[in-house]
């Protein structure tokens, strides 16, 4: 079994796990406490494993009945050293668990039924939020309310079902490698599992992963150059509606396993909803990236509650290599008598209370480096609708920071079934036109079931389309003058410059009339013969 089918199998055995465990609960709810004893399980192994290697020698060596951690064992033994050890292990790994809480004590527990097993998770996660991490870690689980009664009606029931979906959870895993990589697919796997089942809510959270690689590989290419390949550096990406920060963790992924190799030196994101937010952070340490290396913070976008976006000195304000996002789409807004001065919007105008999705374009855009990439999924009401959208619209292209159009087939997402477009937006564009790209097209997509989604084949067809830029690809792309897109009132609607139409057949018509006549001579002598028999049956002739 290839490393790849191990990660799958361990995906779908967790999978399965929580199908059948979750029972009345809805997939959203269960969700969160799935992952986060899977995040437990990591934490856990990542830390013993930095013990040993610590403590060397030292590191007791336990009988196999011994049902104790050998953590504990040496806690025990030394409690003198404990505070000087727990302060090199922050030095070290960044954070610190106590014996007590590790998933090894907490599957023992739930292995034995103990009926200590609720009170322990519930002062574990307490630990873990204020006292393993440093501040920026407060309130990873906030969200998981262990004393819910969707769990179970009283303590006891509640109890008994969180040791069923612990023990299941350690059993199912125990064969299984859980290294970073290993482990983090199979949260990715289940996050996007989950957000299958959660139907409207998914788009709070989730990017189908075929539409997240499309837009990870073009802002990993060079912005002025796609055709020299992906960057070697990314100094700082930024995701700013995160969701669970699969996206950022994706383009993560394009930089750094590329041939040669290639680094981000930081990831950043932001995200609304609390739930998802602490998700995030989740995801990210699962993935190996630490909390040195990322920064997320939850707040509301269009608000720049952010501090380190809000700087008004020029001088001071923080610029992105690579910007990726899929904002809600066509969120309701309510901008304030002030936000028209807004440093974001005040060249550009305001986008219209109904639909703010070129305020979340404008947000992303202000903070793009000269030599960055933006990409960004909307819905393709951004591409025609009339009004202040259209007099951005202007904007953007008249300054030449529309790069290129990428127009997506509808059912793509679990929580909508609109089609979608991508733009991919630069400061300091090389080329004076724009790449139109038609991907939506029933050729260039796969059906499944209600779900539409995008084959390798295909993209790989929209990224080598963007990365060699033709002037034209009959029926899928085009590369448009902007003297054309003035003609047509700088609307960007796709089929006014990809032609999706099929060309209709040639008919040669001496052939047709030639088979015509071949037809008529056979029908007149199928009529002749069957006159015969009927005269010598003395019927009437037809």
Request: with cysteine.
């Amino acid at each position: 079994m290839t490393a790849k089918q191990k990660q799958d199998k361990l995906g779908q055995t967790l999978w399965d796990i929580a199908d059948s465990l979750r029972g009345a609960m809805n997939a959203d709810d269960f969700r969160d406490y799935m992952l986060s004893f899977l995040f437990l399980r990591y934490l856990s192994d990542n830390y013993e494993t930095s013990v040993k290697k610590e403590l060397g020698s030292d590191y007791p060596k336990l009988d196999e009945e011994d049902s104790r951690t050998p953590l504990s064992v040496w806690y025990q033994d030394n409690p003198e050293f404990i505070a000087d050890f727990e302060k090199q292990m922050r030095r070290k790994v960044h954070y610190v668990i106590e014996p007590a809480y590790l998933w090894n004590s907490i599957a023992e527990l739930a292995r034995t039924q103990n009926s200590e097993l609720l009170l322990t998770l519930q002062k574990g996660f307490k630990y873990i939020e204020n006292e393993s991490f440093d501040n920026s870690f407060k309130g990873l689980f906030s969200e998981i309310n262990l004393d819910s009664e969707k769990l179970g009606k009283n303590y006891e029931a509640r109890n008994k079902k969180l040791c069923t979906i612990i023990q299941k959870i350690a059993e199912g895993i125990e064969e299984f490698d859980t290294d970073t990589d290993s482990l983090g697919n199979a949260y990715e796997y289940l996050i996007g599992q989950f957000a299958a089942g959660s139907g409207k809510k998914a788009g709070e959270f989730y990017t189908p992963q075929e539409l997240s690689t499309v837009l990870s590989e073009i802002v990993s290419l060079d912005s002025q150059n796609p055709k020299a390949g992906k960057k070697k550096k990314i100094n700082k990406v930024l995701d700013f509606a995160c969701g669970s920060g699969s996206l950022l963790l994706n383009v993560k992924n394009k930089i750094e396993k590329q041939e040669g190799g290639g680094t981000i030196s930081r990831i950043y994101g932001q995200e609304k909803n609390i739930t998802t937010y602490n998700l995030a952070r989740m995801n990210m340490l699962l993935h190996g990236v630490k909390d040195s290396e990322f920064e997320i913070f939850h707040g509301d976008t269009l608000k720049n509650d952010w501090d380190i976006l809000n700087e008004m000195n020029p001088a001071k304000k923080v610029e992105f290599d690579a910007i990726v996002a899929n904002p809600p789409f066509s969120l309701r807004w309510n901008p304030s008598e002030t936000t028209a001065e807004d440093f974001r919007f005040k060249n550009y105008g305001l986008a219209p209370k109904s639909a703010a999705d070129f305020a979340f374009l404008l947000h992303g855009f202000h903070f793009l480096s000269d030599e960055g990439t933006m990409a960004i999924i909307l819905p393709h009401g951004v591409l025609f609708r009339g009004g202040a959208e259209q007099r951005i619209r202007t904007k953007l292209l008249k300054d030449g920071n529309i790069d290129t159009v990428i127009g997506l087939p509808s059912n793509l997402f679990f929580s909508t079934g609109i089609p979608v477009c991508i733009l991919v937006l630069k400061k300091c564009k090389k080329e004076d036109d724009v790449l139109f790209i038609n991907a939506s097209d029933e050729e260039n997509f796969a059906k499944e079931k209600r779900q539409n989604f995008l084959r390798k084949k295909d993209i790989k067809r929209i990224v080598d389309t963007y990365q060699n830029r033709p002037e034209i690809e009959e029926r899928y792309a085009r590369s448009v003058s902007m003297e054309e897109i003035e003609k047509n009132d700088f609307n960007l609607n796709i089929s006014r410059y990809v032609s999706t139409a099929k060309p209709e057949p040639i008919i040669n018509l001496k052939e047709v009339n030639s088979k015509l006549v071949d037809v008529e001579k056979r029908i007149k002598a199928s009529t002749e013969e069957h006159n015969a028999y009927l005269k010598e049956l003395g019927l009437d002739t037809i």
